[in-house]
């Protein structure tokens, strides 16, 4: 199964924005279905008419 996502990006600067989101993940593990979640904090920057991810910090995991 994909990981599921719900994010809030919320401006630094008006060339950055943080971004915080929650993952979800599923599989299964000798027959048994696990699922796991964990928070994210991403820091984008824009260059040109990209972002670009300059900061990834996981927690919860």
Do not use: Y
Not at 12 to 24: A, G, M, Y
Request: net charge positive.
């Amino acid at each position: 199964m994909a990981p599921t996502r719900a994010c809030s990006p919320i401006p630094i600067t008006p060339h950055s924005l943080r971004e915080v989101s929650k993952c979800r993940f599923c599989l299964t593990e000798n027959g048994d279905q696990e699922s796991g979640a964990f928070s994210k904090v991403m820091i984008w920057c824009k260059e040109g008419n990209h972002l670009k991810a300059l900061r990834v910090i996981g927690s919860d995991h």
